[in-house]
């Protein structure tokens, strides 16, 4: 069965932290990528930042220097380290994950965690 469970999300102040986590499973080898994505009310979802079988990175620009994005493989889990947090940051973050089977391409998404940036 294929699912991926997101967590630790929540409530922070301007200017903290926190980390994301996504737990992945049913798909194995066929994964080529895995990501994070977010949506904010009336807007639409867009790409946080996004890893690589091969460990290569890439990061929307408004979060760049702030958020790191990594992976346990042995643990087939995603995370998401988010520092210096603004208000703009707050969205419903879905973790994502990308590959190929038998030459069809496919999409996996969490249900998605709340992450709310407020004083």
């Known amino acids: 069965q294929v699912q991926l469970v997101e967590s630790g999300g929540g409530l922070v102040q301007p200017g903290g932290s926190l980390r994301l986590s996504c737990v992945a499973s049913?798909?194995?080898?066929?994964?080529?990528?895995m990501g994070w994505y977010r949506q904010a009310p009336g807007k639409q979802r867009e790409l946080v930042a996004r890893?690589?079988?091969?460990?290569?990175?890439n990061y929307a620009n408004s979060v760049k220097g702030r958020f790191t994005i990594s992976r346990d493989k042995a643990k087939n889990t995603l995370y998401l380290q988010m520092n210096s947090l603004k208000p703009e940051d707050t969205a419903v973050y879905y973790c994502?994950?990308?590959?190929?089977?038998?030459?069809?391409?496919?999409?996996?998404w969490g249900q998605g965690t709340q992450v709310t940036v407020s004083s």
């Open positions: 994502n994950q990308h590959g190929r089977i038998l030459g069809k391409q496919y999409d996996d």
């Open positions: 049913g798909r194995g080898f066929s994964v080529s990528a």
């Open positions: 890893i690589t079988n091969d460990g290569s990175t």
